[in-house]
């Protein structure tokens, strides 16, 4: 983490500087020890504190702190704190950063005391976030988004965007309060690239307190499109100074036209040889039809987007195929949407690689195979989110990552075996490690590169290719070991936890067929650089956009 501190004018460094010098002066260092704590939540109680003190006696290498229990009251009553309603005290916002960066680079403690305390408050805060009086929930969701900031700051920045998306600029009071409590937070999501955040709220602080020349600064220098930025997956229309008043305009895309499509689907049938001297796998073709809409990308580059129906599946394997991580096997049920046809290709990628970045820069030429119609690869799961959030960007259609629960039902299509080609796999149907069997199937040369999509003509039911191999495909969810409280939706199913694995599927290119199959799963870190990791997107649009 970086000082924030040295970006505090040099008198007030001084003064923080001091007034903690004559804290321990007048205490001991331990007391300090006790502050560095203490300075994580937004606001302290005398029970919370106390609860720190109680949680942490020990620092990171288990050495006693040996921070009296009068502590707690110490601090509490210093000048260090301030008290802001009964029972309640705040320490300084500057004064908190400095405390936080102090604790990150004392030995003793350092980024892991941080995250410590982070996963301790939002505990700590859990039940009080369906507490019936409306003033303790408020306080618990502003402890919890402080210490979510620390952790896993999407998070935050997800929930403060749907907030903000709901206000209307007649809420001023609100849009201060956001304000501020973002300013609380501001170093960690500087940190995780949301600037524009930042950017966007210090405008509407602005306009709330009636300084339009400089919220009108501010807000045009924002990275908008269309008079439009997106945060965490969520469009935050820019509000525009119209005969003589600000107006938000309400966030409108021009409605998508939907067009059939023809497409082959593909079966494995075993059939008997002659004189039944055994039996062969024979390749059954079935021509289908589906629902679709282009996405125009570039003059000649567009996004297929196939239209998912509803409905409800088994997810996971029963106790025949697969291992623990893929159970227990559980009924969900699905909404539709959309999925583009097949993985993001080079050209795809490149398209939206030059346009108005939201967070991260994205390398424009990422892959070890090279082509345009070969899926692009070496892609992280932050920058899978970054493609997704340009996509919004330029389109105001809300693209995503697909949930672990929507990828596998799109990709089994109504089918319970374990590939949508029936039984088993073939090297005709998919690029894999065709020198491996699955069970009894066929086998052939292994693949020694990515494939170009829909090489193959080898679709599922709803028209979708390349599910199995090709290049592991990043989900939204976060890892988790089994299907235990699995949703029996299509919610994505997350952590406390930015480093968090995430799941990918679908196997690749250099895998075995096992690890092909519909029911497959697997996490990684979600900064890893891995060539056979791709992806594909996803969508969900109202009817009312649809024509």
């Given at each position: 983490m970086t000082n924030s501190s040295a970006l505090l004018p040099e008198t007030r460094f001084h003064e923080i500087e001091q007034a903690i010098a004559s804290f321990q002066k007048r205490f001991t260092e331990a007391h300090v020890y006790l502050a560095y704590h203490a300075a994580l939540p937004i606001a302290l109680t005398p029970h919370l504190t106390y609860c720190l003190w109680a949680n942490f006696p020990m620092d990171i290498a288990k050495q006693d702190l040996k921070i009296p229990?009068?502590?707690?009251?110490?601090l509490l009553l210093s000048p260090l704190c301030k008290e802001v309603g009964h029972e309640l005290y705040e320490m300084d916002a500057d004064l908190r950063n400095y405390l936080l960066d102090q604790m990150i680079q004392h030995p003793s403690f350092g980024q892991k005391r941080v995250e410590e305390l982070a996963h301790f408050l939002l505990s700590y805060v859990q039940r009080e976030l369906n507490d019936s009086k409306s003033s303790t929930q408020t306080l618990a969701q502003a402890q919890r988004w402080t210490a979510l900031a620390y952790v896993y700051p999407e998070a935050v920045a997800h929930d403060l965007a749907i907030t903000l998306a709901e206000l209307t600029l007649s809420e001023k009071t609100e849009w201060l309060r956001l304000t501020s409590l973002t300013e609380a937070i501001a170093t960690p999501l500087h940190q995780a690239h949301f600037q524009s955040l930042l950017g966007y709220l210090q405008g509407m602080r602005q306009l709330a307190r009636g300084n339009h020349i400089q919220a009108e600064s501010t807000l045009k220098s924002l990275p908008a499109h269309n008079n439009q930025i997106v945060v965490a997956g969520v469009t935050l229309p820019i509000p525009e100074f119209q005969d003589s008043n600000w107006h938000i305009n309400p966030i409108a895309f021009k409605a998508t036209s939907l067009r059939s499509f023809k497409f082959e689907t593909a079966k494995l049938i075993r059939q008997p040889r002659f004189m039944r001297l055994g039996s062969r796998w024979i390749i059954e073709r079935q021509e289908?039809?589906?629902?679709?809409?282009?996405?125009q990308l570039e003059r000649q580059v567009n996004l297929e987007m196939v239209r998912i129906p509803e409905g409800n599946y088994w997810m996971g394997t029963a106790q025949k195929e697969g291992d623990y991580h893929e159970r227990p096997q559980h009924r969900v049920t699905i909404t539709s949407f959309f999925l583009s046809r097949f993985p993001v290709t080079q050209a795809q990628w490149r398209a939206i690689a030059k346009t108005t970045k939201v967070r991260i820069e994205l390398n424009s030429d990422p892959s070890d195979f090279q082509g345009d119609n070969l899926p692009v690869e070496h892609i992280t799961w932050f920058e899978a989110i970054e493609f997704c959030e340009r996509l919004q960007l330029?389109?105001?259609?809300?693209?995503?990552?697909?949930?672990?629960?929507?990828?596998?039902?799109?990709?089994?299509?109504g089918t319970e075996t374990p590939f949508y080609f029936g039984e088993t796999i073939s090297p005709q149907l998919a690029s894999y490690d065709g020198s491996k069997r699955y069970r009894s199937g066929p086998k052939e040369r292994s693949s020694k590169q990515t494939s170009e999509v829909g090489s193959h003509?080898?679709?599922n039911a709803f028209g979708l290719d390349e599910m199995h191999g090709n290049v592991w495909e990043w989900c939204a969810d976060h890892w988790y070991d089994d299907y235990t409280n699995a949703p029996a939706d299509r919610s994505v199913r997350i952590t406390n936890n930015r480093a968090s694995p995430r799941v990918i599927r679908g196997g690749s290119w250099s895998h075995e067929p096992t690890i092909c199959r519909s029911a497959y799963r697997n996490g990684i870190p979600p900064d890893n650089k891995v060539l056979t990791i791709g992806f594909r997107v996803a969508v969900s649009l109202q009817k009312a956009n649809l024509k």
């Open positions: 229990w009068i502590a707690v009251a110490d289908q039809q589906a629902t679709l809409f282009y996405e330029q389109t105001g259609k809300p693209y995503r990552l697909p949930s672990e629960a929507e990828w596998e039902y799109a990709c089994r299509a003509n080898a679709a």
